[in-house]
């Protein structure tokens, strides 16, 4: 979070001395991050909450909450920055006529000495630092999730990695500016921006599915499944098992599955096959806060 501060002050500050709207945008981008760090260590602590009477299916939900809030943040912030970066890319727009005329073969520059003086040279290696930062950033929390198979901090490693080339973006477009023409430095701001707003719609979008609980990720329904087979192979009082469903809840899943039992099954053995099975998925599947069962019985 210190770091996301320190650079979020550091590139509004060289964003407006040097004049770079592309590094005033990568500012508030990293402002935002600052925003989602918070977010991010409430609802890894919140969402790790033990189920309880006013939570039977645990806090996993704060997390999707908590990822709706900042989607909104980054998609007004994209619009904010994208409004400013096209006032500038039209102010520029007669410029970078002229400035074109020079690199043709019989042109004749138009340009005028406001054009080609715009953004400081030193706004670059902001940029470049930015980059660094973000990718060792990156790096660390990545780890950090891998270890603890936290999901949330695996996601907000890869914010880290999309700092680090929305950074690169900035790096380009005042790159374009110090070559003669300035209105690629706005047309960065206008490419950061759409990232921007492009990140809160998917991140909205994710959280509003979780929200509404639609259908798990394939992937997840067949690790369940896999691991129920595992888990019923010493068990063959348990006719047949599958039927499975999961529901997700900020890192964890919900399992609802079915086991099928023969009529004359006695109601302790099916007692002792379930918790058998429950035990077995937990102990595979670490994410598994609940499971419900639905008996079934075999037909004659």
Known sequence: MGA?????????????????SALVADA???????????????????????????????????????????????????????????????????????AMSSWLPLGHSHANAHATGVVDPRA???????IAINEALFQATMKVGRRTKSNVLVANAWHHRSDALTSLV????????????????????LVVSAMLAKSGVQMSMDAIREIADSASPPHVTNDVADALAL??????????????????????????LRLTFAPTEE?????????????????????????EVELGVQQQ
């Open 231 to 256: 888990a019923v192979q010493a068990l063959p009082e348990i006719r047949e098992a599958g039927h499975v469903r999961c529901r997700k809840s900020g890192p964890f899943i919900h399992v609802c």
């Open 124 to 130: 670059i290696w902001f940029a470049v630092g930015s």
């Open 170 to 189: 900035s790096v380009g477009a005042i790159g374009g500016a110090l070559m003669g023409f300035p209105i690629l430095d706005a047309v960065g701001g």
């Open 28 to 98: 508030a981008h990293s402002l935002s991050d600052i925003l989602g760090d918070i977010v991010t260590l409430y609802t890894f602590r919140k969402s790790r909450r033990a189920p309880d009477t006013s939570h039977p299916y645990g806090y996993g939900r704060y997390e999707a909450l908590g990822t709706l809030f900042v989607s909104a943040f980054l998609v007004a912030a994209g619009l904010g920055i994208g409004s400013h970066a096209l006032e500038q890319a039209m102010h520029f727009l007669p410029d970078a006529a002229g």
């Open 267 to 291: 109601a302790a053995t099916i007692e002792h096959a379930i918790s058998r099975v429950k035990a077995g998925l937990r102990e595979r599947l670490t994410n598994v806060q609940t499971i």
């Open 4 to 20: 996301n501060v320190g650079m979020s002050v550091a590139k509004g500050a060289a964003g407006v001395v040097f004049h770079s």
